[in-house]
Nanobody
Framework: VQLQASGGGLVQAGGYLRLSCAAS????????MGWFRQAPGKEREFVAA????????YYADSVKGRFTISRDNAKNTVYLRMNSLKPDDAAVYFC?????????????????WGQGTLVTVSS
């Protein structure tokens, strides 16, 4: 599956963005999906994940209550709604697809990765 992330941009602290990740292929609904981010000089970190059905979600503590992951399997798309953005949220955001749900917070669980979309948060 090929993944294309979009929706990044420049936003003021306290603002919001919605990221999208469009997937190619007819098997999108069989993949669990995740969002990760990487700031300059830092390691890639987990943000959120959603099971193939959308029933289960999982969030990093740093974004819990502010970010919401969702998916539309009919549109082959996963979303990340980001509210109350902080300067610390600034990073390149990546979407990824996994076949297992055992450890959705770890990058090695994911088989396919998108190219990333840049989120900049001004203070």
């Amino acid at each position: 599956v090929q993944l294309q992330a979009s929706g990044g941009g420049l936003v003021q602290a306290g603002g919001y963005l919605r990221l999208s990740c469009a997937a190619s292929g007819r098997t999108f609904s069989s993949y669990h999906m995740g969002w990760f981010r990487q700031a300059p000089g830092k390691e890639r970190e987990f943000v959120a994940a959603i099971s193939w059905s959308g029933i289960s979600t999982y969030y990093a503590d740093s974004v819990k209550g502010r970010f919401t992951i969702s998916r539309d399997n009919a549109k082959n798309t996963v979303y990340l709604r980001m509210n109350s953005l902080k300067p610390d949220d600034a990073a390149v955001y990546f979407c990824a697809a996994a076949t297992e749900w055992s450890r959705p917070q770890y990058p090695y669980e994911y088989k396919y990765w998108g190219q990333g979309t840049l989120v900049t948060v001004s203070s």
